[in-house]
């Protein structure tokens, strides 16, 4: 899967993908990251992506490439597929905005990543409720000593709507759907 996502974009993207239109291993834009990458590629693909002057932009991976690797300003999280459950989605997830910029993740599922052998069932099922993703994720996650009563129900907008009534524009995607203030812009525009 990751190879495929991967070389979907390599082949989309062109001569784009490569820095200077130049095809070159080490000029490449997009980069995949896998358990099997060898010790040697890993080293040079996380380097290269944590620095500011480094060509890489777009990391591919599995779950391997979160295991102690803190990037700060890393703008977007995509799950190509449902993560396996609430408490590895809020941890992926959360590489996102660590420097505290905005940030975005996206989630798209599809029906086979939902299956009991990839997801777990309270998640798969979480997916088709029409609930805060950022609410029903917390409330999966709530433990003894914490009161459901302290978890925030809305985000602030920062000037995502020019006219903002509901405070809850810039929270997930079901959110920003239901938001009806004036103006509202797209998610993606809060990392431009």
């Not at 070159?24 to 996380?46: A, H, I, N, P, Y």
Request: proline content about 4%.
């Amino acid at each position: 899967m990751v190879y495929g996502v991967w070389s979907w974009l390599v082949d989309g993207l062109g001569a784009a993908v490569y820095k200077d239109g130049v095809p070159s291993v080490m000029g490449r834009r997009v980069e995949m990251f896998t358990g099997s990458s060898t010790e040697k590629d890993k080293d040079r693909l996380v380097k290269d992506f944590r620095s500011p002057s480094g060509v890489i932009r777009v990391m591919v991976t599995t779950v391997a490439f979160g295991m102690g690797v803190n990037i700060p300003d890393v703008t977007a999280v995509i799950h190509w597929g449902a993560p396996k459950s609430f408490i590895s989605y809020w941890q992926e997830v959360g590489r996102a905005g660590r420097n505290g910029n905005p940030a975005i993740a996206l989630l798209l599922p599809y029906k086979r990543s939902t299956i009991k052998a990839m997801c777990d069932e309270d998640f798969a099922t979480s997916l088709k409720t029409q609930e805060c993703v950022r609410r029903r994720t917390l409330m999966a996650l709530l433990t003894q000593e914490m009161d459901s009563n302290q978890l925030p129900t809305a985000a602030q907008c920062d000037g995502l709507c020019s006219d903002c009534k509901c405070g809850r524009c810039v929270c997930c995607s079901t959110c920003h759907a239901l938001c009806e203030c004036q103006g509202k812009r797209g998610q993606l525009d809060l990392l431009n």
